[in-house]
């Protein structure tokens, strides 16, 4: 099975701008998270879809929104784009498996905002 | 809410040495815990996961041990190669409600082994 894919891998954009990422999950996979990385924050998550509904939310302005479409494949956007947001932003997709939320991860897309 | 608190790094040790990176957590109820593994310009990769109490996961020759009574999931490695240098990161998950899809991680520990 192919894993989780995300593109583009790497992003420069200027502040004030928007960005759009794109994340296809693993086949069979109807969930999809999102999370940021970055140096002084660790691992935050930002969201997750399920069958095209956000079923739960991290604690990030509304700039950063998402969304799911019907084969799963997934999107985040970013608008009014901050210095702050440089990151890398991880997808990971899962299958509820017996007893634990096991995800797998993307690659990462790392973006730049200057 | 969720936290999960890893030991402070990084770690530098030499092959062959024994690896141990501490785990803590807070949760309420039982979640699941994972030891997730990230190379560098890569993604997360699973490392192994334990579902319950007393469970062991292993991988690789890692293994940790799910200690409810002590909220902890220690990782550890008999015998640790060049290959292992990476950043390790304990991870939680809650079940259901609010936590849908929704993985807490520590801080993460740098791990670096010299040949």
């Known amino acids: 099975k192919a894993g989780v894919t995300q593109t583009p891998r790497y992003l420069i954009k200027t502040r004030g701008q928007q960005v759009t990422l794109s994340c296809s999950p693993i086949?069979?996979?109807?969930?999809v998270s999102w999370y940021q990385q970055t140096p002084g924050q660790g691992l935050q998550f930002l969201f997750e879809?399920?069958?095209?509904?956000?079923?739960n939310k991290g604690n990030f302005p509304g700039r950063f929104s998402g969304r799911q479409f019907s084969n799963s494949r997934s999107e985040m956007n970013v608008s009014t784009l901050e210095l702050g947001d440089s990151a890398l932003y991880l997808c990971?997709?899962?299958?509820?498996?017996?007893?634990?939320?096991?995800?797998?991860f993307g690659p990462g897309t790392r973006l730049t905002v200057t | 809410g969720d936290s999960v608190t890893q030991m402070e790094g990084p770690v530098t040790l030499s092959e062959e040495a024994f690896l141990t990176i501490n785990c803590t957590y807070t949760?309420?109820?039982?979640?699941?815990l994972f030891w997730y593994v990230q190379y560098p310009g890569e993604g997360l990769q699973l490392l192994l996961k334990?579902?319950?109490?007393?469970d062991k996961g292993s991988n690789k020759g890692f293994e940790a041990t799910y200690r409810k009574e002590t909220t902890s999931f220690h990782l550890e490695k008999g015998s640790v190669q060049v290959s292992d240098s990476a950043v390790y990161f304990c991870?939680?998950?809650?079940?259901?409600?609010?936590?849908?899809?929704?993985?807490?991680f520590g801080q993460g520990t740098i791990l670096t082994v010299h040949p």
């Open positions: 990971a997709s899962s299958v509820l498996e017996a007893g634990g939320y096991e995800q797998y």
């Open positions: 086949s069979g996979h109807r969930s």
């Open positions: 879809y399920f069958s095209e509904t956000q079923r």
């Open positions: 949760a309420t109820g039982y979640p699941s």
């Open positions: 334990a579902t319950k109490a007393d």
């Open positions: 991870a939680l998950s809650s079940a259901g409600g609010t936590s849908y899809g929704k993985l807490t």
